[in-house]
């Protein structure tokens, strides 16, 4: 597909976005819980510090069962399907209204950062209590 073709493509249902960034917001944090909860334990009980990825997960597993990296899971599941629709539907809506009010795509860029900045703390208030 031609960029100029998607850049084209109908996205005023926010619904969509809503949609899109839940799923995208999921499907992140299953991939990456493993590895954080091995990366959190290397850093708080790992006296040495010498222990690398693979050795930390197999005493993880080996010790605590097949499950323990994922354990936990479900509450990150919980808090990152409705913080990433909330980011990408507010960004996609600040990002339409701050540009209807510009005549010039000059300020675009500090338009779709400022959306991006509102939209992360929308994000993070709602997400951080469930990463605590």
Known sequence: MN????ET???????THMTAGAIAGVMEHCVM???DSVK?????????GSEGIGETFL????????LRPV???????????????LYFSSYEYLKNTFTKYTNSARYHTLIYGASGCISTLIHDG???PAEG
Do not use: C, K, W
């Open 126 to 128: 709602f997400m951080n």
């Open 33 to 35: 819980y493993p590895l």
């Open 40 to 48: 959190t334990r290397m850093q708080s009980l790992t006296a040495s």
């Open 3 to 6: 960029p100029d073709d998607y």
């Open 71 to 85: 354990r936990g899971m479900s509450a990150m599941i919980v808090g990152a399907g409705p913080s990433h629709a």
């Open 59 to 66: 005493r993880m597993v080996r010790h605590e069962g097949l």
């Open 9 to 15: 493509l109908p996205t005023d249902d926010i619904a």
